[in-house]
């Protein structure tokens, strides 16, 4: 079962408009809507809030405001992570980015209560707010630590004298814009009391166990009084990694009001209130000799932080791990702006990191006049140059040789800009890829039932990515079930928890957990069987026991699983299964544990306007075992997408007078479409297996399809046209 190309499970509930997302749970019964009323100052204080009209227009029945908003727990920095941290909302005057919520407007239906939204009348005294980048980029500071805990700078041997003595030498900065997850589904959440004082919360959200520990933080609930339900999700990609405005301020109105509550973010919302990848400035320096050989390597990374919710993207860290070099450095800075919070975009920092350091590469190539996949062959480390640990399975050499065969690369113009085909200047690029691989604390029950079916509970969510029917076939393996007899039931807080979906952790964890959990069921299994005279098996070697097509033999003897549940367990039985903390388990500090790839892309930038179009990508993988080739093409391509968007196409831009995003919306921000993609683009993943990683030797897919493919389009364009373009991403005017 594991490693079939599966159709969805939750497919036809999805193409039918079954599947209900967080602002569909009818169930819960008829609810109010709240519209969020947005700060139109970026940084100030409130002087003056009249919502009397507001609350006389049709069907309102709330106005909250910072004024009658109840107490709120703290954001509390000891609990290690932000997302399972309280998010109070509405706690006072002051106004700390654009579109901050200044209040909530709770009426019969969504248009009653957006139309009273616009009769909330706020008054500000604006101060001056930090808002530009390029000003304030030289004012920095050491963050307290870079995102998931990494150190915020490294130093390995002598960089200075290594890079000084370096015989050919790259030395450039580059700079990455504001980017945004932007989900098809946009946050929301249904909020709906039950009981005495439990809140039933439906939400859009990637992580429950962290969505619950929020919530009952922020209303200073106990968490068990909290049950969040996301059973399906629209997308993710790290906006809903926490929750929002949308869930806090629901939660607040349900309890005031005793009824259900709705909030969803607009478009427009989910760009000022959900929180944005920094914009970062980033300088890296290669020093190698002729023979291509690199001596030294630094990358030292600037970027924005929220004064009040540090945050600092991993961008830096990727290299770390990437190639060999005596002489090393790295660092995280940032600069305080007020802006709303950075947070998690897909492959946090290894995405921009990426795109600089492996166009720095390819300067290098052009520098010794190298082919660039040859460079990065020479620098194949045989141990992690920073950790000086092995790696656990390491293959990006073979994804470079492959791809190189696959793509035709030998075909690449030799000279920039020496290849034309009528109006297009033809270009060939191509990238590195690796991103580290994460394990985390998840719980999973699987039980079976006294019918022989089985059902498999965890608050891991499915983000569109395909927990579901992963988990399907791995339980189906597991306990030796067809498909059809195994159902997932996820996204509840009150089933065992997990890191949800995440840092391309999801999968492997909750898979895991579902495999160990089998085993542990498969046990008690075989006990009650054998040790009972009544079964066929009695007295059998549990050894030889093979479970498939829902029953259990050993040599000619076989039972039907549904026969041993009905006679030992008549309500069925269960078994749980874990995944520790990678921190705990000694294979994720004795290895450098990754997932690598190679990108190469072929693009033609027209000669006379500089439009550029990619003309075919392929990409190859090794990320330890797959689960199911074609969710995980999905997942890859997907990211490789993104890169070419990061490359072409993305940027939010900030109002330099107001601190508000002026694109904030998908006419405006433009990501790439089916017209920008073509036909001919492809993943190809390596058989493989990691055996440090977890006992199914899998690794995670969902980030490393988007590190360094932006890299391999912008090299391209760099082949096709002679020019270098290291401020992201490479628009048309900076091309001419
Ligand atoms: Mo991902 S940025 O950890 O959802």
């Known amino acids: 079962m594991i490693g079939q190309a599966v159709n969805r499970v939750d497919g036809p509930l999805k193409a039918t408009g079954r599947a209900a997302y967080a602002y569909e749970h009818w169930e819960a019964g008829q609810p109010l809507y709240g519209f969020i009323v947005g700060a139109t100052i970026g940084k100030g204080r409130i002087t003056r809030i009249d919502t009397e009209d507001a609350e006389g227009a049709p069907g309102v029945q709330l106005v909250m405001t910072y004024l009658n908003a109840p107490a709120q727990g703290p954001r509390d920095e000891s609990i290690p992570f932000e997302y399972w941290r309280a998010q109070p909302m509405l706690t006072g005057p002051d106004i700390h980015f654009y579109g901050e919520p200044v209040a909530l407007v709770v009426a019969e239906t969504f248009e009653q209560a957006r139309d009273a939204a616009d009769l909330v009348e706020v008054e500000y005294r ?43 030498k790259v030395d450039q900065q580059y700079t990455t814009p504001y980017e945004f997850s932007m989900p098809i589904e946009p946050n929301a959440s249904m909020v709906a009391p039950h009981g005495d004082d439990d809140l039933v919360v439906y939400v859009s ?52 009001l005793g009824r259900p509550v709705k909030v969803t973010l607009t478009r427009q919302q989910v760009f000022q209130l959900v929180g944005m990848r920094p914009t970062s400035s980033q300088r890296v320096r290669l020093g190698a000799g002729h023979d291509g050989r690199l001596a030294a390597i630094a990358h030292d990374v600037t970027m924005h932080t929220n004064p009040d919710v540090e945050y600092a993207e991993q961008t830096a860290a990727t290299v770390r791990s990437l190639y060999a070099a005596p002489h090393r450095l790295t660092s995280h800075r940032l600069t305080a702006l007020d802006l709303p919070r950075g947070t998690d975009v897909r492959a946090p920092g290894e995405a921009p990191g990426m795109l600089s350091v492996e166009s720095a590469m390819d300067e290098l190539a052009d520098a010794l006049g190298m082919d660039p996949v040859e460079l990065r062959i020479r620098n194949e480390p045989t141990v992690d140059p920073e950790r000086n640990v092995p790696y656990s399975d390491r293959h990006l050499v073979e994804c470079l040789r492959e791809g190189a065969r696959r793509f035709g690369w030998e075909n690449r113009p030799a000279t920039p800009a020496s290849v034309r085909e009528g109006r297009w200047l033809i270009g060939y690029g191509m990238s590195a890829a690796i991103r580290g691989h994460f394990q985390g604390p998840t719980t999973v029950r699987v039980r079976l039932e006294p019918d022989g079916t089985a059902v498999i509970q965890t608050d891991m969510t499915d983000i569109g990515t395909g927990t579901y029917t992963i988990l399907t076939q791995v339980g189906a393996e597991g306990l030796g079930l067809p498909l059809e007899r195994v159902r997932i039931d996820l996204g509840r807080s009150d089933h065992p928890s997990s890191w949800g979906s995440g840092g391309s952790w999801g999968a492997t964890n909750s898979s895991t957990a579902v495999h160990r959990a089998c085993a542990a069921l498969r046990t008690k299994l075989l006990d009650a069987a054998l040790g ?80 550029t179009r990619l003309r075919r990508m392929l990409s190859v993988f090794s990320v330890g075992r797959v689960f199911n080739p074609k969710t995980a093409r999905s997942q890859l391509i997907g990211g490789m997408i993104w890169g070419v968007g990061a490359a072409l196409e993305e940027e939010a831009v900030v109002d330099p007078r107001s601190g508000a995003f002026v694109n904030r919306d998908f006419a405006g921000y433009l990501v790439p479409v089916h ?62």
Do not use: W
Not at 548 to 567: K, T
Not at 568 to 573: L, Q, Y
Not at 675 to 704: F, H, M, S, T
């Open 126 to 168: 604006a101060g001056r707010g930090r808002f530009d980048f390029g000003e304030f980029e030289d004012d920095t500071y050491i963050p307290k630590t870079v995102n998931a805990g990494l150190p915020t700078d490294t130093a390995v041997g002598d960089f200075d004298a290594g890079f000084a003595g370096a015989e050919v």
């Open 205 to 256: 959200c990637q992580i429950t166990d962290a969505a619950r520990d929020s919530v009952a933080g922020t209303l200073m609930m106990d968490p068990e009084r909290v049950h969040i339900v996301t059973p399906f999700v629209g997308g993710g990609f790290g906006s809903k990694l926490g929750i929002h405005s949308e869930t806090i301020l629901a939660a607040m109105a349900a309890r005031a």
């Open 532 to 611: 009972d005279t009544r079964s066929p098996l009695h007295g059998q070697d549990p050894s030889a026991a093979v479970f498939s097509d829902g029953d259990v033999a050993i040599g000619g003897a076989s039972e039907a699983l549904r026969e041993i549940v009905a006679r030992h367990h008549p309500d069925g039985v269960e078994a749980e299964g874990q995944t520790r903390f990678m921190g705990d388990d000694p294979n994720y500090s004795d290895y450098s544990i990754n997932t690598y790839g190679a990108h190469f892309a072929e693009v033609g930038v027209d000669a006379d306007t500089a439009e």
């Open 675 to 736: 017209g920008d993609i073509p036909a001919d683009i492809d993943a190809v993943v390596l058989e493989g297996y990691d055996d440090k990683a977890n006992p199914l030797g899998a690794k995670g897919i969902g980030e490393v399809g988007i590190c360094g493919s932006g890299a391999a389009v912008a090299n391209a364009v760099f082949n096709a046209t002679g020019v270098r373009v290291r401020d992201f991403p490479i628009t048309i005017e900076k091309l001419l």
